[in-house]
Nanobody, 124 residues
Framework: QVQLVESGGGLVQAGGSLRLSCAAS????????MGWFRQAPGKEREFLAS????????YYADSVKGRFTISRDNAKNTVSLQMISLKPEDTAVYYC?????????????????WGQGTQVTVSS
């Protein structure tokens, strides 16, 4: 199993940047594909980005492509989401997720483990 804890959320003005981090427990983090999702009030959870075990593959939702970058550091058991050019519509709770399956995945049902989330609020 793996436990995930997100950090780095907060309040930022439109056009600003934030970097979210997700710390994972366990010694086999390098064998988990990772993803980032978000959920705004009253909306369904939305896929943002996914990264494979070795970072050889990444996959992004069209809505964030070019603005968000996913990366991981297997030595530190962390996965990050760098966000730039933030918009008020990016306001949501952001979650990281993990799956033992190899590859990149954009469905929330593909992931087995989830963090508690971190709030990101973008003011206009």
């Amino acid at each position: 199993q793996v436990q995930l804890v997100e950090s780095g959320g907060g309040l930022v003005q439109a056009g600003g940047s934030l970097r979210l981090s997700c710390a994972a427990s366990g010694r086999t983090f390098s064998r988990y594909s990772m993803g980032w999702f978000r959920q705004a009030p009253g909306k369904e959870r939305e896929f943002l980005a996914s990264i494979s075990w070795s970072s050889s593959s990444t996959y992004y939702a069209d809505s964030v492509k070019g603005r968000f970058t996913i990366s991981r550091d297997n030595a530190k058991n962390t996965v990050s989401l760098q966000m730039i050019s933030l918009k008020p519509e990016d306001t949501a709770v952001y979650y990281c997720a993990a799956t033992r399956a190899a590859g990149t995945f954009d469905g929330d049902r593909d992931y087995d483990y989830w963090g508690q989330g971190t709030q990101v609020t973008v003011s206009s």
